[in-house]
Nanobody
């Protein structure tokens, strides 16, 4: 089992910044992809950023140039630096990863952290 714990969410004014962190813990697992998704009320959950094991990244068009995803493999932690925040960034942000343990691959998710951007 892999447990993911997010931190760093909160309330920020438009134009401000937040950094989300998500730490993975457990035994005997390996992680390939680490990513962040978000879901606003009444909207579909969307992937906003992902980072692969080789460090390559992908971003949703809506956050390109504003968000940066990074990872610290030694700490099993993924970060999302969120700059120039907009009210439309308001959502619950979830971290997830692709994990393998004993040959089984699965996708654990964190509990989510609320990000609210005021205008």
């Amino acid at each position: 089992q892999v447990q993911l714990v997010e931190s760093g969410g909160g309330l920020v004014q438009a134009g401000g910044s937040l950094r989300l962190s998500c730490a993975a813990s457990g035994d005997g697992f390996s992680i390939a992809v680490m990513a962040w998704s978000r879901q606003a009320p009444g909207k579909q959950r969307e992937v906003v950023a992902r980072i692969n094991s080789d460090g390559s990244t992908n971003y949703a068009d809506s956050v390109k140039g504003r968000f940066t995803i990074s990872r610290d493999n030694a700490k099993n932690t993924v970060y999302l630096q969120m700059n120039s925040l907009k009210p439309e960034d308001t959502a619950v942000y979830y971290c997830w990863c692709t994990a393998t343990n004993l040959g089984w691959s699965y996708t654990p998710w964190g509990q989510g952290t609320q990000v609210t951007v005021s205008s």
